[in-house]
């Protein structure tokens, strides 16, 4: 099994594996010579650009898992939503009972054959280099954040109000999209990939009381559809707040960002592999600093299971050398020494 | 000694007092109708415009403190830094050594006498009614984030590059606005300030570790310098990582968002006065929702000072009939009951 699986699973392993979250971007030339010809959309509905662009980092790179070029907006458009880019994503806003009664809950099959194509097309490359391809989905509070609030926001009051003003409406609509996300993750595991991310970017935003009602149940339904069949992880931002609820997710890992040191993360999570959590600036620093940080991470995140990766995506002002020697880095970084 | 003032130096009282953050601001019609007339700037630097949109909010509701209207970059200007508002704050980014070594350090009484004398107008207004005012100031790695940034951001990325590649120069800016800060801060004190508040709203950005080297020290020392002066309230935004920290800062009382429960933060910081944490949002559900997140607020917030207010500033959305009827459910809770 290779050491991202293992390390996932659980395993204690004598080096840390790596990968970074928006591996595949627009830090590398790559992919902005590609982004030149081709709009966002166009990248991620065609099999051949999204096999390509998934496949620019780890050809470039020594890191031990792949991830779907993809977005968390795209199983949408199955449900009859139209969802634009400009650059983030921007929607009719989805509130009334009926924009929310007539959402298709569309077979496996037809939520994003281009997607299913092309984890088919990265997985027969990569099964030759034993890294495993990491598929994806946006968590169901997330994605009604965008949903309600018509595009991202700093603060999505709009969102936030009406979660008040309609919960009824809004069980409904995270039903809906749970339902969705499933059967969307379940093709992505048959057609190849070999864990999957659960991304809940915006559960930070939440109180703790909030999150236990319109978050929780809904991650858990998924994350337990996909018991055994593959290794999970769950992602908030800004969401120390949450650990607790955190440690009884059906998932296997747990991605961390940048604000808390993993050894005092671990004491909340005991039971989960941890993933991060480098500061993404930590990229943007001298090779010497950089060092230094990644070194503290390292170190923290001994004692345990533990994949090295970013406490967000990498930004795009960053130099690729940097996260080459990054992985260096972690690769000769001995987790499990012979102590005398 | 003023209801806010006793929950502030510590005391269990037997209602929560509450003001709110931005209570004098954009959801309020008398603030509208001055705002059609007059530019930010005019209003902040104008005494008499300043010093009644203070008062708005107290002559409208029962609330049990005012904060005097500014902005966090109120001082800036003195030290040689043009600030524009479109409408967040916009600067030419200081970030070379030339930049930071020109900045000028004014005598209290240079720095903003436009705001003391907004403060003497309102303190002469608010001492018949019993009403304490608070001043406040931005935190020093909050202010440095938008100079070096030149604006808001939402992941102010050039910043936190910024305090990696040039840590001195970090740490002279910071040190000249710790300087500038304090006699800031004692001129708003000299001119009837009855407390002061820190706002570090984007603390919470930073892991535990940059916050303990570019934050702490010098909110420290500014606190510090207040001591025995006024009682202080430190404010941080999505910074539960950072309790254990802000249980050793040099104030009376911590600003909680409203992220995490008050019972569980006062397990981090048994010996502060809590403020907060009803989610601004609760105002723009309908009144049921609200007096329920109300009433949860109320109930965590026993068994030590509470200040009741919101996690963070009100949304210009907000019906003004909200607040009313959140501060009388406020004023009807008896937090001390005859136990039988």
Redesign the interface.
């Known amino acids: 099994m290779s050491l991202f699986l293992r390390a996932l699973h659980g395993e204690n392993t004598s080096t840390a594996p790596i990968w970074v979250m928006r591996q595949a971007g627009r830090y590398l030339p790559e992919y902005m010579a590609i982004k030149a010809k081709s709009s966002f959309l166009e990248m991620v509905q065609t099999p051949e650009l999204a096999a390509e662009i998934t496949l620019q980092p780890i050809n470039r790179f020594a890191l031990d898992a792949a991830i779907i070029f993809s977005d968390i907006m795209t199983p949408l458009p199955a449900m009859g939503i139209n969802v634009d880019f400009a650059p983030g994503p921007v929607v009719t806003p989805v509130r009334s009972v009926q924009a929310i009664t007539v959402l298709r809950i569309p077979q496996a099959a037809e939520i994003a054959p281009f997607m299913q194509k092309a984890i088919e097309l990265v997985s027969a490359e990569l099964i030759h280099k034993n890294i495993p391809l990491i598929g994806f989905a946006g968590a169901p509070l997330t994605l009604a954040a965008y949903l309600v609030q018509g595009s991202g926001s700093?603060?999505f009051?709009d969102f936030?109000?009406w979660?008040?003003?309609e919960p009824k409406l809004a069980h409904l609509l995270l039903e809906k999209l749970t339902e969705v996300t499933i059967s969307y993750l379940q093709m992505q595991v048959a057609a190849g990939a070999k864990a999957i991310q659960l991304f809940d970017s915006w559960a930070?935003l939440?109180?703790?009381?909030?999150y236990h009602e319109f978050a929780f149940p809904y991650n858990q339904r998924i994350l337990s559809a996909l018991q055994g069949l593959v290794p999970r992880i769950y992602l908030a931002v800004?969401a120390?707040?949450l650990y607790s609820q955190m440690s009884t997710l059906a998932c296997e890992a747990v991605s961390v960002d940048?604000?808390?040191?993993l050894q005092q993360v671990r004491l909340a999570l005991p039971h989960k592999t941890l993933q991060g959590n480098l500061?993404?600036?930590?990229l943007?620093?001298?090779p010497k600093?950089?060092a230094l940080?990644a070194q503290?991470v390292l170190e923290a995140g001994l004692g345990g299971a533990h994949i090295f990766n970013l406490g967000h995506g990498i930004?795009r002002?960053t130099n690729p050398d940097m996260l080459s020697r990054l992985i260096d880095q972690v690769h000769e970084f001995q987790r499990l020494g012979d102590t005398p």
């Open positions: 700093k603060d009051e936030r109000a979660l008040r003003l930070g939440h109180s703790a009381r909030m800004g120390s707040h940048w604000r808390t040191p500061d993404p600036a930590a943007l620093g001298t600093t950089m940080e503290q930004f002002q």
